[in-house]
């Protein structure tokens, strides 16, 4: 059974940087897209950002398009999420997900519903 465990969360001041770590054991994730949503207090799980199998393509939501990177290292078994120029309004507990590529769903279309498996999450602050 494949474990997601993430890392990197902790806290920031608005305007730095963070870079969260998903790591994952006892299988390969090379035909998975590797995504990762964020939850804030009293909110529902929402997608950040979305990588390709392969790595070659990415989607970010419209709220970190530009200051948020995501990236995959195959051989590592691992995802990354670079998180610059952080806002208050990034606090939140951060997941990665994995979802087996069926060819049926584009990146965007990732959501808390068609993911194989989940990390427990690290939690990002962000201060003022």
């Known amino acids: 059974q494949v474990q997601l465990v993430e890392s990197g969360g902790g806290l920031a001041q608005a305007g730095g940087s963070l870079k969260l770590t998903c790591a994952a054991s006892?299988?390969?994730?090379?035909?998975?897209?590797m995504a990762w949503f964020r939850q804030a207090p009293g909110n529902g799980r929402e997608l950040v950002a979305a990588v390709s199998y392969s790595g070659v393509n990415t989607y970010y939501a419209e709220s970190v398009r530009g200051r948020f990177t995501i990236s995959r290292d195959n051989a590592k078994n691992t995802a990354y999420l670079q998180m610059n120029s952080l806002k208050r309004e990034d606090t939140a507990g951060y997941y990665c997900?994995?979802?087996?590529?069926?060819?049926?769903?584009?990146?965007?279309?990732?959501?808390?519903?068609?993911?194989?498996?989940w990390g427990k999450g690290t939690m990002v602050t962000v201060s003022s």
């Open positions: 006892g299988g390969t994730l090379t035909n998975h897209h």
């Open positions: 997900g994995a979802h087996w590529n069926s060819g049926v769903y584009a990146l965007n279309g990732m959501n808390p519903g068609n993911m194989n498996y």
